[in-house]
Every structure is written in C-alpha cells, then in structure tokens.
C-alpha cells in the first residue's frame, strides 16, 4: 500500500486490516444489541399497558365487592 510516496510495512498493512475486520464485526455486534433493545423496550410498552388494564380491572372488582352486606341476600344455612 502507498500513499503520498511512502510504504506502509507489511506487518502494518496487516495490523491495519486486523484492526478493519475487527471493527466491522463490533459494527454488527452494535446493531444486533440495538435491535435487541428496540424488541425489548416494544415488549415492555405492550406489558405496561396489560399491567394497566389488570390493575383498572382489580379495581373495579375491589370497588364492586364492597357493597354493604345488607345489601346481599343470606346464606342458605339461614
């Protein structure tokens, strides 16, 4: 390799294309964890909003349970 009129020694050549592959493959690494994360975070928007709904039904159920028991017929052992 030459550029500007001087050699670059082999061994550098070398240590440079090393240097390249390792950088492509720390590119790809990068971008597979960001997709990770982008599934993840979606994952956890959907979960959210399952909790919510599960916790709006709770309480609808807590508040429709607290009725005065005059209200509710006896027992049949009465």
């Known amino acids: 390799m030459s ?4 050699e ?7 240590r440079i294309a090393n240097l390249e592959i390792r950088l492509s ?11 990770t994360i982008i ?5 956890i928007d959907v979960l959210k909003r399952k909790l919510g709904l599960l916790q709006e039904r709770m309480e609808s159920v ?4 607290s009725k005065p028991a005059g209200q509710e017929p006896p027992p ?3």
């Open 39 to 43: 599934r993840q975070w979606h994952e």
């Open 62 to 65: 807590e508040r429709d349970s």
């Open 25 to 35: 493959h720390q590119d790809r690494t990068v971008e597979e964890l960001n997709e």
């Open 8 to 14: 670059i020694p082999a061994d550098a050549e070398t």
């Open 76 to 78: 049949p052992h009465y």
């Open 3 to 6: 550029g500007n009129g001087k």
